[in-house]
């Protein structure tokens, strides 16, 4: 990836806005109201656009993107950061020190504040009165009364200031050193100047960003290494990091692997609780804490990204296009963009997923043959099994096994044995065929990893039984996965066809009759015929053998017969009255059984 090209290539399709800064975009920001998108830069600018959307709504279709530049205002030194207090008001400072208020149509700022060292952030606050807070590199938290341009109150910090997060009264400060403040504001206006809380970031290397939660149950910490930690204030245990912005090469043409490691340069949280990260690298992604998943990975812009931002709505998030001197002075070119790019987000890139309850499967595992496989002992006999483990939250667990083939010259079990279990469906499998002992732990002797939810071939790696070293042979067989359900695996209809005895017509074929095989009666019915009273075939199953009648040891035709008393033969009495009967069956195994020929 060239992160200093004269040109920024737009993968994503994202709006690109006009009049950009002429150099590094250090600080985005919207206005309340959605309307104003104002941005800090190092040609010491503070600009503003104006932008519209037209989707009908958040997540809505089509959408169209305009935005036009407005007006701008001018620093000493580079702007670091810039934000909003009202729609109308901006705030900014940068590295000459200066906070400055810019109400939108004046031809320039006021200065409400200075510090003795470069402002790394602002933001408009409410305590005792609307405020304006400020964090330096000069390690201190300041805060200014813009009405009277003086200062309210101060804290201490234990560090340079490398980044703040307000939301209502949480405060967030990262500082040099990998040290985080937690900050009641509340507690601060009642004249407290003290963290409630000082914790060190979990992260090894220098804290780039910082971004509270929505909901303000805690925040989240961006570093220098391509890692964000997940920080919960209250529920600590819930507390991880992961990785990001990495660029993992595998091993080519006798090279080593490498992973190119990229900064986390800015963390935007959405209202729906997801967020957005984006790096040196160029690329953004949408990700959810919760579920501990990324959303949607994004391309790379051709240069990095320096920080990005949600608007309040929700449809839009912006992030600036421009080099961030993290590769160094050699790979700067002076010809490169600085843009400021607008991403239309859409509903399913930034809401969290549905959690859908594990799907159980029936797993079936037969082989088809094997090749240079060890025998396990001197005298070329084994004890085999078939294992299988599901990976759990906490590793390999749930192990199930086959029974095991004694002292056996093949050291796999035979082609064609199968065995069934349930298996959760996002969970993955390790298939191990191991040789029993008595007296020591059991030998692996081929084993093989696939998914749940896989179907088709697979192979398991042979290992010699006495150093568990590969070998190079290889067992090939079959695994599919379906879904578990509560019917049979084998069905079997049965109908009962009645006769009666007819005198003079011997055994009458009107009298058939074909249902429920309860009593012995001849009652006329409709159905003649067994296609006219068999039940249907359920959805999911398939038709094993098709009908045919029961053989009881004493016939060959199938009839049984039995004598009812009573009954008379035309005007004449008779004691008897002769029925016979025979039984039709038909016989369903579930589809998937029948399709791979497994039937048991």
């Known amino acids: 990836m060239m992160l200093g090209g004269a040109t920024t290539s737009n993968p994503n399709g994202d709006y690109v806005v006009p009049d950009s800064p002429s150099d590094g975009i250090s600080s985005l920001s919207f206005s309340p109201n959605n309307r104003y998108l104002v941005s800090g830069s190092w040609d010491k600018c503070v600009r503003c656009h104006e932008v519209a959307v037209q989707d009908g709504g958040f997540g809505g279709a089509s959408p169209q993107i305009n935005a036009q530049f407005r007006a701008q205002i001018t620093h000493d030194e580079p702007v670091l950061c810039a934000g909003f207090s009202d729609d109308a008001t901006v705030l900014s400072g940068g590295c000459d020190g200066v906070a400055k208020a810019w109400r939108l149509g004046d031809a320039r700022g006021t200065a409400v504040g200075k510090h003795d060292a470069p402002i790394k952030s602002i933001f408009a606050v409410n305590m005792m009165g609307p405020l304006v807070l400020t964090g330096s590199w000069d390690k201190t938290i300041r805060f200014w009364d813009p009405r009277q341009l003086r200062q309210v109150s101060q804290l201490a910090l234990l560090d340079r200031c490398y980044g703040v997060d307000v939301?209502?009264?949480?405060?967030?400060?990262?500082?040099?050193?990998?040290?985080?403040?937690?900050?009641?504001?509340?507690q601060v206006a009642q004249g407290n100047t003290q963290p409630f809380r000082t914790d060190e970031s979990t992260l090894r290397h220098?804290?780039?960003?910082?971004?509270?939660?929505?909901?303000?149950?805690?925040?989240a910490v961006g570093s220098i290494e391509g890692r964000v930690a997940i920080h919960h204030i209250k529920d600590v245990a819930r507390n991880f990091a992961f990785k990001c912005h990495r660029d993992q090469?595998?091993?080519r043409a006798g090279q080593p692997a490498?992973?190119?490691?990229?900064?986390?340069?800015?963390?935007?949280?959405?209202a729906l609780g997801t967020f957005a990260t984006a790096g040196s690298d160029?690329?953004?992604?949408?990700?959810?804490?919760?579920?501990?998943?990324?959303?949607?990975?994004?391309?790379?812009?051709?240069?990095?990204?320096?920080c990005a931002t949600?608007?309040?709505?929700?449809?839009l998030y912006a992030y600036g296009l421009s080099y961030d001197w993290s590769r160094g002075s050699e790979n700067y070119n002076p010809q490169t963009r600085n843009d400021i790019m607008l991403h239309y987000v859409k509903k399913e890139e930034i809401q969290q997923r549905k959690k859908h309850a594990p799907t159980e499967f029936v797993v079936t595992l037969w082989v088809d043959g094997v090749s240079s496989v060890r025998n396990a002992d001197v005298l070329d006999k084994s004890d085999p099994y078939v294992e299988v483990s599901v990976k759990g939250p906490k590793g390999w667990e749930q192990t199930q096994r086959s029974r095991t083939r004694v002292n056996s010259s093949s050291p796999i079990w035979v082609p064609g044995e199968r065995f069934e279990f349930a298996v959760d469906g996002e969970a993955s499998l390790l298939i191990r065929v191991m040789d029993s002992d008595t007296f020591t732990p059991d030998d692996p002797l081929a084993y093989c990893v696939c998914e749940a939810g896989a179907r088709g071939r697979l192979e398991l790696q042979t290992l010699d039984p006495r150093d568990n070293k590969a070998l190079p042979?290889?067992?090939?067989?079959?695994?599919r996965f379906d879904k578990a359900s509560d019917a049979p695996a084998i069905v079997e209809h049965v109908v009962a066809e009645n006769q009666r005895y007819v005198p003079g017509r011997s055994w009458g074929a009107r009298?058939?009759?074909?249902?429920?095989?309860?009593?012995?009666?001849?009652?006329q019915q409709a159905g003649r015929s067994l296609s006219g009273v068999a039940p249907e075939v359920p959805e999911g199953y398939k038709v094993v053998s098709d009908w045919g009648y029961v053989t009881p040891k004493e016939r060959s035709d199938g009839w049984e017969y039995a004598v009812h008393f009573g009954a008379s033969f035309r005007d004449e009495k008779s004691p008897a009255t002769f029925v016979r009967r025979r039984m039709w069956v038909r016989r369903l195994a579930r589809a998937y059984l029948v399709d791979d020929d497994i039937i048991i």
């Open 167 to 186: 939301r209502d009264t949480l405060m967030v400060v990262a500082t040099a050193d990998r040290k985080i403040a937690i900050y009641d504001l509340a």
């Open 206 to 219: 220098q804290t780039r960003c910082v971004s509270t939660f929505p909901n303000r149950d805690g925040f």
């Open 310 to 315: 949600f608007n309040p709505a929700g449809n």
């Open 258 to 270: 490498t992973c190119n490691i990229f900064s986390v340069n800015s963390i935007a949280f959405h």
């Open 511 to 523: 009298n058939l009759m074909i249902g429920d095989p309860g009593p012995w009666v001849c009652d």
């Open 473 to 479: 042979g290889v067992v090939r067989g079959r695994v």
């Open 249 to 251: 090469q595998d091993a």
């Open 282 to 306: 160029g690329i953004y992604n949408f990700w959810d804490k919760d579920s501990k998943q990324r959303l949607m990975a994004f391309k790379p812009g051709g240069n990095s990204i320096s």
